[in-house]
């Protein structure tokens, strides 16, 4: 479900009313615990928490004129989603994560590569994702991707 949005606030404006609350606070989670140097922005039509060109002007591999994408959310049809990059890229960040989960949910974690899908606003793990969002600097950031995702 793609939003045409023109800034973060824009985009949580036009998700259905059920879902702008949980929205709104998982980006909040996710501002409040990043680490400095990342930006908040839109990209691929959802929130992204990026690295600037400014700070990585070589940009995401597949895009070099983009920013480094490490954090997005999107309201899809059936779930909120939060890509985390540093999931993908880092094991020992997935298994912590992965094991961390079931302390925090009743619910059994519904997850992709890089893909967390929350089913039920009333049950996203908001503590697990800020100490998630911790987990990376961004020179951190930038050396995990060089290592394990740009070739």
Not at 8 to 15: Q, R, V
Not at 88 to 99: C, L
Not at 118 to 127: L, S, V
Not at 135 to 142: A, G, H, N, P, R
């Amino acid at each position: 479900m793609k939003i045409e949005a023109n800034s973060p606030d824009d985009y949580i404006s036009k998700l259905p009313e059920d879902r702008q609350a949980a929205v709104k606070k998982l980006r909040d989670t996710i501002k409040d615990n990043l680490p400095t140097g990342f930006k908040e922005t839109l990209g691929y039509g959802m929130l992204a928490f990026v690295v600037p060109l400014s700070t990585y002007p070589d940009g995401y591999h597949c895009d070099p004129k983009l920013a480094l994408p490490f954090i997005n959310i999107a309201s899809q049809k059936n779930f909120v989603a939060l890509y985390h990059s540093g999931i993908y890229a880092d094991k020992t960040i997935h298994n912590w994560f992965v094991n961390e989960y079931p302390k925090h949910s009743k619910y059994k974690l519904d997850m992709g590569k890089s893909c967390i899908r929350f089913k039920r606003m009333n049950d996203i793990p908001y503590e697990l994702i800020a100490e998630l969002a911790q987990k990376f600097t961004v020179s951190q950031w930038i050396e995990t991707y060089e290592k394990a995702i740009k070739k």
